[in-house]
């Protein structure tokens, strides 16, 4: 774990160095550095000797089965939107964004004469809260949300000065809380105000479509019978079509960086 988090963040002064990127020549491979969770996996599979054979050999950190996984997963899904993908899973596990964020200039997003004006790489970030549990509109969660849409917006703004442009991926809303009030919804709206204001790409997300029943409870038939007994785990079908969502958004960006 020590380990994992020094990894950490020695990546997180020296993003260029860590993550994929080039020298400015146009290629045809999109180099993709992916930080945070390992992505949802539609089924239980075995990762591929091969697939984890490349995800050791490229990551800071020994690569787990989720790692290679999510390699995996993304660069399929990028395939099938023409994207072709070198993947390279960067902190997969063992430490928080704010570990990342803190671990340079005390937390403080770059000034605005660091910016680079061509990026010549591409991140994926998949960060989500400590606590995925509590609602949204509690004290300590409205606390935690600001904190994390403060870190995400200086990742990203750290990410645009070592050249590399970041996708954020938004989580698959969860129905355990009333619509609007899940942790799942918090980190959506934190995400996204964060993509925005730094010039990211939020990815990924599913459209809700809110229907209203006799007693003014509000239910997303997007999702309604789709996330298990616990309400919180989204069936193949939900996952499948937030990595589509994904690569469909990511693969334009992408394809425009590539002919640069």
Do not use: W
Request: aromatic fraction near 4%; hydrophobic fraction near 45%.
């Amino acid at each position: 774990m020590k380990k994992t988090i020094a990894a950490a963040l020695a990546c997180a002064a020296v993003l260029a160095a860590c993550g994929g990127g080039g020298d400015g020549t146009p290629s045809s491979t999109a180099k993709i550095s992916y930080y945070g969770n390992p992505l949802r996996q539609a089924a239980t599979t075995t990762a591929t000797a091969k697939v984890a054979a490349v995800a050791r050999a490229a990551s800071d950190a020994p690569a787990s089965d989720a790692a290679a996984q999510t390699v995996q997963t993304l660069t399929q899904a990028l395939a099938a939107q023409g994207v072709t993908a070198d993947v390279t899973p960067q902190v997969m596990n063992g430490t928080t964004l704010h570990a990342l964020i803190m671990g340079e200039n005390n937390g403080l997003p770059p000034t605005q004469d660091q910016f680079k004006t061509d990026p010549n790489g591409f991140i994926v970030a998949n960060f989500q809260l400590d606590d995925m549990v509590t609602r949204n509109d509690d004290p300590a969660q409205v606390a935690a949300l600001a904190q994390f849409q403060q870190d995400l917006y200086t990742f990203i703004q750290r990410a645009h000065v070592a050249g590399k442009l970041t996708f954020v991926i938004l989580p698959i809303r969860t129905c355990d809380q009333p619509f609007g009030k899940s942790a799942a919804d918090g980190v959506i709206q934190a995400a996204t105000t964060a993509a925005s204001l730094s010039s990211g790409y939020a990815v990924g997300g599913l459209s809700a479509n809110v229907v209203m029943d006799a007693n003014g409870v509000a239910t997303d038939t997007v999702t309604a019978g789709h996330m298990g007994a616990d309400c919180r785990t989204p069936d193949a079908s939900l996952i499948n079509m937030a990595n589509q969502n994904m690569a469909e958004r990511m693969a334009p960006v992408l394809k425009d960086g590539l002919s640069k």
